[in-house]
């Protein structure tokens, strides 16, 4: 191009000169339009800075009224933040305390009352396993000793009556009789039929009755486990109850320090705010230098413009004599 | 001077029987010192005995043993045969008799107790397995080979059997003497199972120790002879049930075979004699009673003596009970048909006989008799052919005063049969066993029947011809014994009447 208008202007030496007067005003235009820009670019920046410097976050503390404070601190150099966190001395000895509950009661084995709960529920074990164990003995030394005792107070009844019957037969003159029918006499048979079913009775009534005490024993054991598990229920309750004792006093050993966190929400609202300002005044710096920029563009736009217009017109001077450019 | 001619009239001298027991002086006339075999006869007299008819001809297999138990089997078929024993040897057919022991089975005695019973014969002796007879058996038989038998054991080998209550009972055992057993009802070869038993008395002996002797079936009561003692058992028809109605102490049964039931009585012998056990209805105990008062030193005497066995029967027909000392060769008659004063029975006295044992058939009253020759009836009047001695001796007469002298003048003795036969009459005083005698011929008789004797030859009569004879007696002396004796020779004698003429003198 610059050729060709070199080539033009050497052509066309008046027109040339006249556009190059034409062209030395449009250069001192030019120039200061170049030169607001800069100037607007400059300020906006100097105004980005301050803006950004004033919307810089500031740290800050709260205090609650119980004592516990929050608290933090910028590295002058490397500008990191730190924070620090503090309870009162009260709340300080409440935490304390409630963690030693609560760490005593977490690694309490033994909570009060356990030991009587274990040791009834032991005592309820063997007792149980006791009459379980007799309950799952062989029946039959009982089944013995009630029919025996059984025995025992029907055997003097029926001794007389076979007394009776012997010294009736006998002065009847029938203590001798053997029958192939009866083995004695039928009273005799009768008798003896009637002890033995006594007997049989008795023996059926002795094994009932030791089913019974079976049954019972196999009750009582089964109560007494129920009791050694409600027992053991109730230990494992106390235990747990002791866990939630402990868990409940470790909880409320941080509620000093909930409570000054929950004091901390304000701060780290004001501190939102003050981020917010400082985005802010981040995005007005960014505005404001964007706005420089823009000005600059702007000058520097109708600096070119201008320059571009009045280039057009001496190339159109120029080249309209000779034709389109 | 002398006083008058006294007479004593002895009408049916000796009818009361054979009294021992009582004083001699003190005694009615009308008994007798001596009554050798005779009988009370039918109008009351003292009579002849009849003597025993023998039936065997054959006695080949009986040897020279005595027949020692005489039974007949009778079923309901109308079937019967008469067995006995002798010999060791169980025999049949009174003719010619026959061996019917079984084989392969030993006999040591010949003390059967032969029971008829439920269509069978059985025969039971102690320490012998009991036989048995019947009409589908045709012989006899060893009990544990009937059919069904049960329990044949030496335990119930006993020597006395009776069948009532429908079941065999048997007693007397050589190793028990005091138990009981009775077989299953109608069933006399079981003796266990069914309704069999055994009862032991030992213990229900009145007095201590005793033996079982005899049963008897009595009055609805089992009736348990001991030796020493009884027992009466009520209830025996359910044997399992009975129970003791009675005992009686110190009376007992000397022998199984002295029982005998006369229908209202059963008749046993004592130590002491002749007992009865009265039948009662309604009282609860029975009468018990001696029979043989009269003669009781005497038989209590022959019972202490007796060496073999007592053999006894029952005639009805001939309404007595003889009682047979079978070592002393003495047989008692009891008559029956009334009873003394004081419940005792008429008693005369049979010896010698010979007898051994006795049975009489229920069917026709045959009186059978058993001896050494074999089977007898008693029949007719001679012992087998040969004759034997009737023989009365008075009691001692005093003619209501002992203290005066006697002087006997005559003897007039009527009697009726004898049928020629030479009577001997002799008297004796004063207790003296030698005396005076005099003998004389009975009258002769011949009875002739129409259409069987010859006309104009034979004479018709009423029976026996009657005799009266005189005698004139002598001596003198306080007590007067009259003896009357004359051998039976084919005919009954019964001594009718005795007067006795004496002149009562001064007192000495």
Redesign the interface.
């Known amino acids: 191009m610059w050729k060709e208008l070199i080539d033009w202007a050497t052509e066309n030496p008046a027109q040339a000169v006249g556009t190059a007067g034409g062209v030395a005003g449009i250069y001192k235009a030019y120039d200061d339009l170049t030169g607001i820009g800069d100037t607007a670019q400059d300020r906006a920046g100097t105004l980005a800075d301050t803006l950004k410097t004033n919307a810089q976050f500031v740290p800050y503390g709260v205090t609650t009224g119980s004592g516990s404070g929050f608290g933090m601190q910028k590295d002058p150099v490397t500008g990191q933040m730190s924070y620090q966190t503090s309870l009162s001395d009260s709340e300080m000895n409440l935490q304390n305390m409630l963690q030693t509950n609560a760490l005593t009661a977490l690694s309490n084995t033994n909570p009060k009352g356990y030991g009587n709960i274990q040791d009834s529920a032991y005592q309820a074990n063997m007792a149980g396993q006791d009459f379980m164990q007799r309950a799952g003995m062989d029946n039959g030394a009982r089944e013995a000793q009630i029919y025996n005792r059984m025995r025992a107070v029907q055997s003097p009844d029926e001794q007389r009556q076979r007394l009776a019957l012997e010294e009736r037969q006998f002065n009847q003159g029938r203590h001798g009789v053997n029958t192939a029918m009866y083995g004695g006499t039928p009273e005799q048979f009768a008798m003896e039929k009637a002890q033995a079913e006594a007997r049989n009775s008795a023996s059926m009534q002795s094994i009932q009755q030791a089913q019974a005490e079976q049954m019972q024993q196999a009750q009582i054991g089964q109560q007494y486990k129920q009791l050694q598990g409600q027992l053991a229920t109730q230990g494992s309750g106390l235990m747990t109850s002791e866990q939630q004792r402990g868990l409940a006093g470790l909880q409320g050993s941080y509620i000093p320090q909930a409570g000054m966190l929950d004091a901390l929400q304000p701060g780290m609202s004001a501190a939102a705010a003050q981020a917010q300002h400082q985005q802010y005044g981040l995005g007005l710096w960014g505005e404001t230098q964007m706005s420089g920029l823009d000005a600059y563009l702007g000058a520097n736009l109708g600096a070119g413009n201008l320059l571009g217009n009045a280039s057009a017109g001496v190339l159109a001077g120029i080249y309209g004599k000779k034709g389109k450019v | 001077m002398a006083s008058q001619l006294q007479n004593i009239s002895i009408v049916a001298p000796g009818f009361k029987g054979i009294n021992t027991e009582d004083s001699p002086l003190a005694q009615d006339a009308s008994f007798a010192e001596i009554a050798d075999n005779t009988v009370i006869d039918q109008r009351g007299r003292m009579a002849s005995r009849k003597g025993r008819t023998l039936l065997t001809t054959t006695a080949t297999e009986l040897g020279s043993a005595a027949v020692n138990a005489i039974g007949k089997y009778k079923d309901d078929a109308g079937n019967s045969k008469i067995f006995f024993a002798g010999n060791n040897k169980i025999l049949s057919n009174t003719v010619t008799i026959a061996d019917e022991t079984p084989g392969s089975y030993t006999i040591t005695a010949n003390e059967w107790k032969i029971v008829n019973f439920n269509d069978n014969l059985y025969f039971f002796q102690s320490g012998h397995e009991p036989l048995v007879y019947n009409n589908s058996l045709g012989a006899v038989t060893k009990m544990s080979a009937i059919s069904g038998a049960a329990a044949v054991t030496s335990a119930i080998y006993g020597n006395e059997a009776i069948g009532s209550w429908g079941r065999l009972w048997t007693a007397d055992m050589a190793a028990n003497k ?2 009981i057993y009775w077989s ?1 009802l109608l069933l006399g070869s079981q003796w ?13 002996w009145p007095n201590g120790y005793d033996e079982i002797v005899g049963l008897a079936a009595h009055n609805n009561l089992l009736i348990v002879f001991g030796r020493h003692s009884i ?1 009466t ?1 009520s209830g025996a028809d359910s ?6 109605q009675d ?1 009686i102490t110190g009376v007992g049964c000397v022998g199984r075979d002295t029982i005998q039931y006369t229908g209202t009585d059963l008749l046993f012998v004592s130590d002491t004699g002749l007992r009865s056990l009265g039948r009662t209805i309604q009282e609860k105990s029975m009468p018990l009673r001696e029979r043989s008062l009269n003669v009781r030193s005497q038989i209590t005497e022959y019972i202490q003596e007796e060496t073999l066995s007592y053999r006894s029967v029952y005639s009805p027909e001939n309404s007595f009970y003889l009682l047979h000392f079978q070592s002393q060769d003495v047989t008692y008659c009891f008559d029956l048909r009334q009873e003394l004063e004081d419940g005792s029975f008429r008693v005369t006295r049979w010896t010698p006989t010979v007898f051994d044992s006795f049975f009489r058939d229920k069917d026709d009253g045959t009186l059978y008799i058993g001896t050494v020759d074999g089977i007898n009836t008693y029949s007719d009047y001679y012992d087998n052919g040969a004759a034997y001695t009737f023989k009365y001796k008075s009691p001692s007469l005093a003619f209501g005063d002992s203290s005066r002298l006697k002087m006997l003048k005559k003897i007039k003795a009527t009697l009726v049969g004898g049928n020629g036969a030479e009577a001997t009459l002799s008297w004796s005083y004063d207790f003296e066993a030698a005396g005076d005698s005099a003998t004389f011929a009975v009258g002769i008789q011949s009875t002739g029947y129409y259409g069987a004797s010859e006309f104009n030859v034979a004479e018709y009569g009423f029976g026996a011809s009657s005799t009266r004879t005189t005698i004139n007696a002598s001596g003198s002396g306080e007590i007067i014994d009259i003896s009357f004796e004359m051998p039976i020779l084919g005919s009954i004698v019964s001594l009718q009447e005795l007067n006795i003429l004496a002149t009562i003198g001064k007192v000495t």
């Open positions: 005091s138990k299953d266990s199972g069914g309704s069999s038993g055994s009862i032991d008395i030992t213990d229900a027992i058992y044997p399992a049930s009975m129970a003791i005992t």
